[in-house]
């Protein structure tokens, strides 16, 4: 059973940075692509940033420069580093998965057939 599990929320100042983890299990890894989405209060689910096993990695406009999508194989874990924070970064971060045999850019929520329950982030102005 796959299941997904995303820690590292929380609340922060404008300008600050939290990283964020989802651990992953029931799952072989190193055949997954791993995505990062986020949900606002009132608003559509919109894809972050995304990850192949191999390290390859694709970002939304939005987040291009401030945030970093990472992997452990390993230890089955995915991470977004997020930096420089902004009001409109606040949501729920949910970790997602896709079966994948090599990687291509996947950007919307219907790619993945796994999902974590999603973890709280609040950036303070």
């Known amino acids: 059973q796959v299941q997904l599990v995303e820690s590292g929320g929380g609340l922060v100042q404008a300008g600050g940075s939290l990283r964020l983890s989802c651990a992953a299990s029931g799952v072989t890894f190193t055949r997954y692509d791993m995505g990062w989405f986020r949900q606002a209060p009132g608003k559509e689910r919109e894809f972050v940033a995304t990850?192949?096993?191999?390290?390859?990695?694709y970002y939304a406009d939005s987040v291009k420069g401030r945030f970093t999508i990472s992997r452990d194989n390993a230890k089955n874990m995915v991470y977004l580093q997020m930096h420089s924070l902004k009001p409109e970064d606040t949501a729920v971060y949910y970790c997602?998965?896709?079966?994948?045999?090599?990687?291509?850019?996947?950007?919307?929520?219907?790619?993945?057939?796994?999902w974590g329950q999603g973890t709280q982030v609040t950036v303070s102005s």
């Open positions: 990850i192949g096993s191999g390290g390859t990695t």
């Open positions: 997602a998965a896709s079966y994948a045999a090599f990687f291509v850019t996947r950007t919307t929520s219907s790619d993945y057939a796994y």
